[in-house]
């Protein structure tokens, strides 16, 4: 816990969340030439996008028609280390105080950060997967049940059971079809939350025998030994019982969000997000903005690309708080290039 005695770095914005929002949110403040340091929980860059679907493809970044989840934050870590950041991983914000002018921030290994601006970028908050309520479950995760895909090499050749019935489980499916001895998927009812195009190819490769729609069926029980599971237990809501002989449990069932310490912090709050000022990503409190998935107002289409854009307007929204009275003339970084370069 932060400790008064403690020293106090400071610079002109704190950044909460190294997620991908964040990382171009410390570019487009680099680029009004306002230095930032970045706070995330976790040990590296990437927010979501590295901790749940790493090796994912993401459709929608304007000039990529592909790219994956981890290019993506390499890509943004590059374009943003011309601005050298200062970064904090591993760490939480516990604290978040006005002294005079600055907000100070406390983090969770005593160190505190003292800037005129906050951005807060933190996705979800912290996050968690919705587990399954299976008994014994605890002895199999991490070694044969798991909530998120690493390396999709990690399950060549093996038997796997995917639960659910979003975009992760149908996305995972189609993308492990081809390595995987086996694919299964085991959702409660015969249609699926994922996007149509991919709910159709995967109800394509169901019908040409390459993997097994298992519906309606639920999670039962596991059984197993040493933390590898040998069957999957599963029922219908009438009592069916079916085991599938399996290797390892992928289960979908979406993420368990919580605001941790930002909810104490006194911002306004509608159902776990920040209500903002949709021109200037403005919260409640003076100086401190959110941006990203955290963010909301009327109309908000929650888009990696729509937190891009609110990054822009935050940071021009910032500039006039670190510099009082001088003007800011906008030009594009086609003409203006990089600050100092």
């Not at 995330?40 to 860059?45: E, G, K, R, V, Y």
């Not at 996050?127 to 991490?142: S, T």
């Not at 912090?265 to 200037?280: K, P, S, V, Y």
Request: charged share 20%; aromatic share 8%; proline share 6%.
């Amino acid at each position: 816990m932060a400790d008064a005695s403690s020293p106090v770095t400071r610079s002109d914005v704190a950044i909460i969340g190294a997620g991908p929002v964040g990382l171009f949110a410390v570019f487009e403040c680099g680029m009004l030439k306002l230095t930032c340091q970045v706070v995330d929980a976790l040990d590296a860059p990437g927010g979501q996008c590295v901790a749940l679907y790493p090796e994912k493809p993401i459709y929608d970044i304007p000039g990529y028609p592909r790219i994956g989840a981890t290019e993506l934050i390499d890509r943004l870590t590059e374009q943003a280390a011309p601005f050298h950041p200062v970064y904090h991983l591993g760490r939480q914000v516990e604290s978040l105080t006005r002294v005079g002018e600055d907000w100070q921030l406390g983090l969770s290994d005593g160190s505190r950060i003292a800037a005129r601006a906050v951005i807060i970028a933190a996705g979800v908050g912290a996050f968690g997967p919705n587990r399954p309520p299976l008994a014994g479950l605890e002895a199999y995760e991490g070694k044969s049940v798991h909530y998120l895909v690493k390396r999709r090499e990690d399950f060549r050749g093996k038997r796997v059971v995917i639960a659910g019935g979003g975009d992760s489980a149908v996305d995972w499916a189609l993308s492990l079809a081809d390595v995987a001895a086996r694919v299964m998927v085991v959702h409660r009812r015969d249609k699926f939350r994922a996007a149509p195009e991919s709910a159709r190819q995967m109800k394509e490769l169901a019908d040409a025998g390459k993997i097994d729609i298992v519906v309606p069926y639920q999670l039962e029980a596991l059984e197993g030994a040493n933390g590898q599971i040998s069957n999957v237990v599963l029922k219908t809501l009438d009592g069916q019982v079916k085991k599938l002989a399996a290797d390892s449990l992928l289960a979908f069932f979406g993420l368990a969000m919580n605001l941790g310490p930002i909810a104490s912090w006194g911002l306004n709050l509608d159902r776990n997000h920040i209500t903002i000022d949709q021109a200037t990503g403005a919260t409640s409190a003076p100086g401190i903005f959110a941006v990203g998935d955290i963010a909301t107002y009327k109309h908000k289409l929650k888009l990696i690309l729509t937190g891009f854009a609110e990054a822009a307007s935050a940071a021009h929204a910032i500039y006039p708080l670190v510099h009082p009275g001088e003007a800011l003339h906008f030009e594009y970084s086609t003409t203006k290039g990089l600050p100092g370069s």
